[in-house]
């Protein structure tokens, strides 16, 4: 293993009197679903120096000491009139708590001083608050006019983003970001980024499609030189090209035929970040999400959610033995307008109990709802293996409604059509039967593969489809490994990676293995493995094709004959 390069602060002039100050890691931070990729990630701060100064995002608290020591070596830290908060967590109190100690009369500005995590920083303090609740502006002088655009989603309600004229760089806070940490500053190159960006929209953009559209159509009122998002590289060189992507990736959840309503609220962040994974799971199955906010949601949007879904899920904390009131008034429109047919999910987290999951549950199970996944309680905060449970749950909740969809129209369609006819010669299409193992830090997966084909002689590579539905796709990114087992004919294994697995289940329970050198699990009664790493992918429709090199290899029966997958169709395994 490489060593990993410790933390640190990256400054850089990327403007008039304006630098940014990118707080990197090289490893993973915590646990929040879009850093699966595993690439680091940087925590972008900003400093505009007119005659007022202004310091937009202080990071979180992995990052507090070396970035206010950077800062201070830069400025003198009284001298800063302004905090801008383009989004408030609680995982920034320790920088912010450290700062306001040094700066008390500093001013914050921000769109929703009454957020938890930031109530509780400053409801000891007499500060300076600055709330933007439409166009206000702001001006620091030398013709830095900052101009304020409310950018909210259900994940972040008091979204912010800020344009500055004499730049014309627009902060953007979390949209057009990437977790990805490198020695560029701006996105030269930009293609190489394309896969990071991609997975960070459908992690954190997908089930709020809406918002992010509506975002983008203000900021086409702005004439922008380049983005500064919260993560990742500065978007210059690919500006037009990502402006465009995201377009194409929000009407692309729009256009999805079912919709699951996702109704929560969040007191620290544990429950919405449940609510992200579970509605990652979801949008992989091809199923698009209304997210919702009960904090923030009119009675009228969670009705009309509900009505236009196919299925609904709601997640609530629990505080003092109770959902939150807007959690109950929620609670109380659902019931009233969901019909019964649709298909329901509970989930959230607590602390001490969780009295708010189980009076969800009873609410739901006592109006007659079918569940799409048994109810999720998460103690504390969420750990890997549980973000990945949940996204499996809500992968599940996906395919029972599509199945639910297919059933219907089959019914309604009667006779054969000229599209099954195609299917199943589709399906004539044979290839040998393998399953892919693989592992990434404490967790594991496998699939039972058939669309595998050799690809390449030198470097000897080959080719595998990955419906993105599926479990393990998470562990198949560019530059992750995994053991390809190839078969024998008539070998039980095969029925054994055929089934449904349930959302956490253990893929190798009872199955006789042995690791890999490259991390991934060699199966004893296969017919061969080969050790690989994916060099690339390619989005396929429903499916990813990664294209991966060998690195070795073996084989296990010398007799022994490859199983070869015969399916009646091509629309299903």
């Known amino acids: ?7 640190d602060v990256q400054v850089f002039p990327i403007g008039a009197e304006t630098r940014v100050l990118r707080s990197r890691t090289w490893d993973r931070l915590k646990f929040e679903i879009e850093y699966a990729l595993q690439k680091g990630t940087t925590a972008n701060s900003y400093l505009i120096e007119g005659d007022k100064i202004a310091l937009f995002d202080p990071p979180g608290e992995s990052f507090s000491d070396i970035f206010l020591k950077a800062l201070q070596d830069r400025i003198n830290l009284p001298e800063i009139d302004y905090i801008i908060l383009g989004h408030v967590n609680a995982n920034r109190a320790k920088t912010l708590t450290l700062l306001l100690d040094i700066i008390p009369e500093v001013t914050l500005v921000c769109s929703n001083p ?11 303090r007499d500060l300076n608050i600055l709330t933007i609740k439409g166009e206000e502006t702001l001006d620091l002088g030398q013709d830095h006019h900052l101009q304020f655009i409310l950018t909210p989603s259900p994940r972040w309600p008091d ?42 929209f459908d ?88 997210s919702l906010n009960c904090e923030v949601a009119e009675p009228e949007e969670i009705k009309a959610a509900v009505e236009k879904s196919a299925g ?88 029972l409604l599509q199945r639910q969809e297919k059933k219907r129209k089959s019914t309604a ?12 010669a589709v399906g004539r299409i044979v290839g040998s039967l393998c399953v892919v193992t693989a592992q990434k830090g404490e967790l594991s997966s496998a699939m039972l593969a058939s669309w595998v084909s050799q690809a390449s002689f030198n470097p000897p590579g080959l080719t595998m489809a990955v419906a993105k539905d599926r479990a393990i796709e998470n562990l198949m990114q560019t530059g992750d490994r995994f053991v390809l087992n190839i078969l024998p004919e008539g070998n039980a294994i095969q029925k054994r990676f055929m089934k449904n697995y349930t959302p956490g289940e253990d893929r190798f329970e009872d199955i006789e293995k042995e690791d890999a050198s490259n991390g ?34 073996k084989v296990l029966d010398e007799k022994g004959k490859t199983a070869v997958h015969y399916r009646k169709t091509g629309s299903f395994y």
């Open 1 to 7: 293993m490489p060593e990993i390069k410790p933390r």
């Open 114 to 124: 009454g957020a938890i995590a930031l109530r509780k920083l400053i409801e000891d």
């Open 159 to 200: 979204r912010l983003a800020t344009y500055d004229p004499k730049t014309q760089i627009l902060y953007t806070d979390k949209l057009f970001g990437a977790h990805v940490c490198s020695d560029q500053i701006f996105d030269e190159g930009w293609t190489v980024y394309a896969e990071d960006r991609r997975y960070y």
């Open 203 to 290: 992690c954190l953009m997908a089930p709020h499609a809406t918002q992010v559209g509506t975002a983008l159509n203000k900021f086409n009122e702005y004439e922008v030189k380049f983005y500064a998002p919260g993560h990742g590289p500065l978007v210059k060189y690919g500006f037009t090209e990502l402006t465009n992507l995201y377009q194409e990736w929000v009407e692309e959840q729009k256009k999805k035929a079912n919709t699951v309503a996702l109704i929560y609220a969040s007191a620290y962040g544990n429950t919405a970040t449940i609510a992200q994974a579970i509605a990652r799971g979801i949008t992989k199955a091809g199923v698009a999400v209304t």
């Open 312 to 399: 609904f899920i709601m997640g609530s904390p629990t505080l003092g033995g109770h959902a939150p009131t807007q959690v109950q008034t929620a609670l109380g429109i659902v019931l009233s307008t969901a019909d019964k047919n649709k298909l329901a999910g509970v989930f959230g987290s607590f602390g001490w109990s969780g009295e708010a999951i189980d009076i969800l549950e009873g609410k739901f199970r006592d109006a007659g709802y079918r569940f799409g996944f048994e109810p999720i309680r998460v103690k504390f905060k969420p750990t890997d293996a549980i973000l990945k449970y949940c996204e499996e749950a809500g992968t599940d909740f996906a395919q």
């Open 413 to 424: 369609s009667g006779g054969e059509s000229e599209s099954a006819r195609t299917e199943q």
């Open 520 to 553: 991934g699990f060699i199966l004893k009664d296969a017919l061969a493995y080969v050790e690989c790493h994916v060099s690339s992918r390619m989005e396929c429709g429903d499916h990813w094709v990664v294209y991966a090199v060998t690195d070795t290899g």
